[in-house]
């Protein structure tokens, strides 16, 4: 909003501060955080009050677990408040790449918002069925890709390559909402330990703020053999706003948690970071930034395929966070050793630049 006042001003005196994406990045943070802080103790204050009893605890899961009975749930809403209120204020609201992510975001989080409802409610841990909840999800996702496929094609781009890329043509849109949903599941499947999912997002966000401000800017894009993807540049605002917002609720979250993020926030931060990478033609690169929630996810899948064939777990519990929990490791050693982990993922997937 600020960004199209100031453009019908003619970015005149201080005004020209909000033509630069890294100002406006830069001011996001600090508004999403701002906002995230002001809020959360009222915020907090009003789900405690309104859950009760709090988000359901699963009783086959680490005994310690048990403490956190009580804790309200659906700490994502502030999350989604305030990064929602930073990206109106400061991103160009004419760029269609911002509705495409805001759409997801902000649809993301009402299914989960309904998931952790339904929770409540019922005191169970089972929630919106998960097939409801999987075709609510591609729905969004679908018309988001869509909305991207327009705007820049639909070729898988390779990392270490000078601009190689696989052209999926009609397959792209159904390539480009399995990400999303992938990755908001990857998320949410994350977020079981206090501050676990929080962080690496913050992290991520922080990659692909850089990688979709140099994919948005042709002579950087060029420079690195990256695809240039005109005003994906854009979204280094809306990264701004994620890291924001989730440093303020990490304020709230980090252990003892006074709050939960619940559905309502891991599918919604999951559901952007996949929009955003699909935006940027760098999926597969999201699946290293991201490592740490494709190795959760990818822990369930192996655990339930194993279980329903040989009667045999082969993790203790899954996702893999609750096995290291169960071989004797505390709940602040997995979250900062997985911490650490996301942070060299991400390393990782920013190398992929420069190595081509």
């Given at each position: 909003?600020?960004?199209?006042i100031?453009?019908?001003?003619?970015f005149?005196?201080?005004l020209?501060l909000?033509?630069?994406?890294?100002?406006?990045?830069?001011?996001?943070?600090?508004t999403?955080?701002?906002?995230?802080?002001i809020?959360?103790?009222?915020?907090?204050?009003w789900?405690?009050?309104r859950?009760?009893?709090?988000?359901?605890i699963?009783?086959?899961?680490?005994?310690?677990h048990?403490?956190?009975?009580?804790?309200?749930t659906?700490?994502?809403?502030?999350?989604?408040?305030?990064?929602?209120?930073?990206?109106?204020?400061w991103?160009?609201?004419?760029?269609p790449?911002?509705?495409?992510c805001l759409?997801?975001?902000?649809?993301?989080?009402?299914?989960?918002f309904?998931?952790?409802?339904?929770?409540v409610?019922?005191?169970t841990?089972?929630g919106?069925p998960?097939?409801?909840?999987?075709?609510?999800?591609?729905i969004?996702?679908?018309i988001?890709?869509?909305?991207?496929?327009?705007q820049?094609?639909?070729?898988?781009?390779?990392p270490f390559t000078?601009?190689?890329?696989?052209e999926l043509?009609?397959?792209?849109?159904?390539?480009?909402?399995?990400?999303?949903?992938?990755?908001?599941?990857?998320?949410?499947?994350t977020?079981?330990?206090?501050?676990l999912?929080?962080?690496p997002?913050?992290?991520?966000?922080?990659?692909?703020m850089?990688?979709?401000?140099?994919a948005?800017?042709?002579?950087?894009?060029?420079?690195?053999?990256i695809?240039?993807?005109?005003g994906?540049?854009?979204?280094?605002?809306f990264c701004?706003?994620?890291?924001?917002?989730?440093?303020?609720?990490?304020?709230?979250?980090?252990p003892?948690?006074a709050?939960?993020?619940?559905?309502?926030?891991s599918?919604?931060?999951?559901?952007?970071?996949?929009?955003?990478?699909v935006?940027?033609?760098h999926e597969?690169?999201?699946?290293?930034?991201?490592g740490?929630f494709?190795?959760?996810?990818?822990?369930?899948?192996?655990?339930?395929?194993?279980?329903k064939?040989?009667g045999r777990?082969?993790?203790k519990?899954?996702?893999?966070?609750?096995?290291?929990?169960?071989?004797?490791?505390?709940?602040?050693?997995?979250?900062?050793?997985?911490?650490?982990?996301a942070?060299?993922?991400?390393?990782?997937?920013?190398?992929?630049?420069?190595l081509?």
């Amino acid at each position: 909003m600020l960004y199209w006042i100031a453009e019908h001003l003619g970015f005149q005196g201080l005004l020209n501060l909000i033509r630069y994406q890294s100002f406006r990045t830069g001011a996001a943070v600090a508004t999403a955080l701002f906002i995230g802080l002001i809020i959360g103790p009222k915020f907090i204050g009003w789900l405690r009050v309104r859950q009760g009893k709090g988000q359901p605890i699963r009783a086959d899961g680490p005994q310690t677990h048990l403490a956190k009975r009580g804790t309200p749930t659906m700490g994502g809403l502030m999350i989604l408040t305030a990064m929602s209120l930073a990206i109106l204020l400061w991103m160009d609201i004419s760029n269609p790449y911002v509705w495409a992510c805001l759409f997801v975001t902000l649809g993301f989080g009402a299914i989960g918002f309904l998931d952790d409802y339904d929770k409540v409610r019922k005191a169970t841990t089972a929630g919106v069925p998960g097939r409801v909840r999987l075709l609510l999800e591609f729905i969004i996702a679908g018309i988001a890709a869509w909305i991207i496929m327009r705007q820049n094609g639909t070729g898988l781009y390779l990392p270490f390559t000078n601009r190689m890329y696989i052209e999926l043509w009609y397959f792209y849109p159904l390539f480009a909402a399995f990400t999303i949903v992938a990755f908001g599941n990857a998320v949410n499947l994350t977020d079981g330990l206090d501050g676990l999912a929080t962080m690496p997002v913050i992290i991520a966000s922080v990659a692909f703020m850089v990688i979709v401000y140099l994919a948005g800017n042709v002579k950087f894009a060029e420079y690195l053999g990256i695809q240039h993807v005109p005003g994906a540049g854009e979204l280094a605002i809306f990264c701004g706003a994620v890291v924001g917002a989730g440093l303020a609720f990490l304020w709230f979250n980090a252990p003892p948690a006074a709050v939960f993020m619940g559905d309502t926030g891991s599918l919604a931060l999951g559901g952007a970071l996949g929009t955003i990478a699909v935006v940027a033609h760098h999926e597969i690169v999201l699946g290293i930034i991201g490592g740490l929630f494709v190795v959760e996810a990818m822990s369930v899948i192996i655990q339930v395929f194993f279980y329903k064939r040989t009667g045999r777990r082969v993790f203790k519990m899954a996702p893999i966070h609750h096995h290291f929990e169960q071989l004797g490791w505390s709940e602040p050693t997995v979250v900062i050793r997985f911490w650490i982990i996301a942070f060299v993922l991400a390393l990782a997937g920013l190398s992929t630049l420069k190595l081509r």
